[in-house]
């Protein structure tokens, strides 16, 4: 019997829902398999502030640091805008990342044929779309120092070690060797001399990897590609900050923002969470995307505990109830058809284990 311990961190908004979900999720793996999941439940974010007065504690970070993994639902929300801007809720995230060293941060967006006309691109652009934008996470603009402001002017500090760049090309260069060995790294060297030192180590890291096409690509022109032309990437590698906006910009070519997943790697943790925010206007109404929580699991399965069949049986269930045409409001365009949270993980569930029953029947 494998054990492993998952840390829950369910956050603000809508994240005790989808959380929630990714738990019943792992419950039903365990349910089919020789493995056991314990959950720890802590808060973080907002809650976290207003229960303890800081987004994350010493002893949140400890459980998190001792997991075998950790899932992260969403933080933030319009109640905590005015809080000082270093305990504010998304500063946990930032400090989960340091403390875990969760340097590398995988954004997959795929387009399920079954919602191919949710997006509001044409179909005949972003069909077979398949991007792997890997994100720097612990270094850049959001870490750099001095960082301020006053009455005047506003402060931040971007900057890179190799060190940094090194280890990110790897991991993306690793990445593309299994894929379609085409690599995409995207920076402003034109204009920023921290993105000339980030595309001189990434050359320099290439020479590692003589069997993967490496391409440069300006910020604002990766931006506007992967709208107008999004099937000519495969795995996409940026600093933290471009990062950020390009991965949202292609997570809605799938159409909705609830549909991607994210995992956040580093040496020896990972955590995983869904793209999308908290979503405070959608708190408490059991109506929430729990796809992104889904595929986390899936991501979690493969990536952190190499259980590449459970993985691949849940991204197929998951494709099986959307080509059933079940889904939540805000990928269903008839509204008397959509489905809450709760009934689309369990749709899911069901789908899992009719995967289940078919593999073990044609085993026989």
């Known amino acids: 019997m494998k054990h492993y311990k998952i840390v829950i961190l369910a956050g603000d908004g809508i994240g005790p829902e989808i959380t929630a979900s990714a738990t019943e999720i792992l419950k039903e793996v ?13 808060v973080i974010g907002g809650r976290s ?42 500063q946990a ?23 191919i006309n ?6 005949n652009i972003i069909e077979d779309t398949d991007i792997l934008i890997v994100r720097e996470l612990t270094g850049g603009i959001y870490f750099g120092s001095p960082r301020g402001k006053d009455k005047k002017r506003g402060w931040n500090t971007l900057e890179y070690s190799k060190n940094e760049v090194e280890r990110i090309a790897h991991v993306s260069f690793k990445l593309a060797q ?4 085409n690599l995409v790294s995207v920076h402003k060297s034109n204009v920023l001399e921290s993105s000339q030192f980030w595309q001189d180590i990434v050359h320099e890291v290439h020479t590692e990897y003589s069997d993967v096409k490496l391409t440069d690509m300006y910020v604002d022109n990766a931006a506007m590609q992967i709208i107008h032309n999004p099937k000519q ?8 900050l471009f990062g950020d906006i390009l991965s949202d910009i292609s997570a809605m070519i799938t159409g909705s923002l609830g549909m991607l997943p994210s995992a956040s790697i580093g040496d020896n943790h990972s955590m995983y969470e869904p793209v999308h925010g908290s979503a ?16 986390s699991i899936a991501m979690m399965m493969e990536i952190t505990f190499n259980e590449k069949t459970i993985s691949s049986n849940l991204y ?25 949270t709760t009934e689309f993980t369990n749709i899911v569930k069901e789908k899992y284990l009719k995967i289940l029953t078919k593999q073990l029947e044609g085993s026989k």
Not at 107 to 115: D, W
Not at 316 to 340: C, K, P, R, W, Y
């Open 30 to 42: 365990s349910k089919h398999s020789d493995i056991k999941f314990d959950f720890i439940e802590k």
């Open 49 to 90: 502030i207003d229960l303890h007065g800081t987004p994350i504690t010493n002893d949140t970070l400890e459980v998190c640091l001792s997991s075998d993994s950790v899932f992260l639902g969403a933080v933030g929300g319009p109640k905590w805008d005015n809080v000082e801007h270093d305990n504010k809720p998304e």
């Open 93 to 115: 995230l930032l400090k989960l990342r340091k403390s875990l060293g969760l340097y590398s941060n995988l954004r997959p967006a795929n387009v399920f044929k079954s919602l």
């Open 118 to 123: 949710s997006s509001s691109l044409k179909p």
């Open 178 to 181: 299994n894929r379609t060995k």
């Open 233 to 240: 990437f495969d795995v996409i590698v940026t600093q933290n």
């Open 280 to 295: 405070p206007d959608l708190a408490g109404k059991n109506t929430a995307n729990p796809v992104a929580a889904i595929l």
């Open 316 to 340: 197929q269930a998951v494709s099986d109830a959307l080509e059933d045409g079940h889904g939540t409001a805000d990928i269903i365009n008839d509204e008397s058809l959509s489905l809450s």
